[in-house]
Antibody
Framework: QLQLQESGPGLVKPSETLSLTCTVS??????????WGWIRQPPGKGLEWIGS???????YYNPSLKSRVTISVDTSKNQFSLRLSSATAADTAVYYC??????????????WGQGTLVTVSS | QSVLTQPPSVSGAPGQRVTISCTGS?????????VHWYQQLPGTAPKLLIY???DRPSGVPDRFSGSKSGTSASLAISGLQAGDEADYYC???????????FGGGTKLTVL
């Protein structure tokens, strides 16, 4: 059974960079069928796609966050990572990593991590 | 404001059938991109409920069904149970934004 687990600091200071890693187990991140994505959810609010990456390193980002986001992949560790620069209180959210099935008209997230709360505060 | 519009809340009595709508536009649902639905129980991660407009992943009861027409989609839940109380989100792809987009979510209350 595929499992994803987010890890990283739960508290980030304003203007600093938020960094998270997702470790994939029970399957290979190097599959040529899937992308691997990050989604966030501010407290009490809805879901927002941040971006996704293919095992080759090709990444796609939400235009609203593109200037601040970098997603990378480490196939040797079966991990992918998120970096969000110049963090503000508006970036406080539960961050989820997920497997992203993206092909043609299909674009959905079928396996999710449990999520990790990141608070941006001094 | 979300690109995909959902009602903030719906409710129904146990055993009843409810539907949740998801309205998009010509750059997402109307452009032929599939609609997918997620169930988020309180305090948990979203779970894929419906993919490809109407397909159910293994393990999802057939009480849950999805449909799509034009620029809108719907999720139907029949035989409501107390355990169905959750937030439900629709999701698709928007070609104008070049982004995966979610609806604002609908809170289902079982009376």
């Amino acid at each position: 059974q595929l499992q994803l687990q987010e890890s990283g600091p739960g508290l980030v200071k304003p203007s600093e960079t938020l960094s998270l890693t997702c470790t994939v187990s029970g399957g290979s991140i190097s599959s040529n069928t899937y992308y691997w994505g990050w989604i966030r959810q501010p407290p009490g609010k809805g879901l927002e796609w941040i971006g996704s990456i293919y095992y080759s390193g090709s990444a796609y980002y939400n235009p609203s966050l593109k200037s601040r986001v970098t997603i990378s992949v480490d196939t040797s560790k079966n991990q992918f990572s998120l970096r969000l620069s110049s963090a503000t209180a508006a970036d406080t959210a539960v961050y989820y990593c997920a497997r992203h099935h993206w092909s043609g008209s299909y674009c959905y997230f079928d396996y999710w991590g449990q999520g990790t709360l990141v608070t941006v505060s001094s | 404001q979300s690109v995909l519009t959902q009602p903030p809340s719906v409710s129904g009595a146990p055993g009843q059938r409810v539907t949740i709508s998801c309205t998009g536009s010509g750059s997402n649902i109307g452009a032929g991109y599939d609609v997918h639905w997620y169930q988020q129980l309180p305090g948990t991660a979203p779970k894929l409920l419906i993919y490809g407009n109407s397909d159910r992943p293994s393990g999802v009861p057939d009480r849950f069904s999805g449909s799509k027409s034009g620029t809108s989609a719907s999720l139907a839940i029949s035989g409501l149970q107390a355990g169905d109380e959750a937030d439900y989100y629709c999701q698709s792809y928007d070609s104008s934004l070049s982004a995966s987009v979610f609806g604002g979510g609908t809170k289902l209350t079982v009376l």
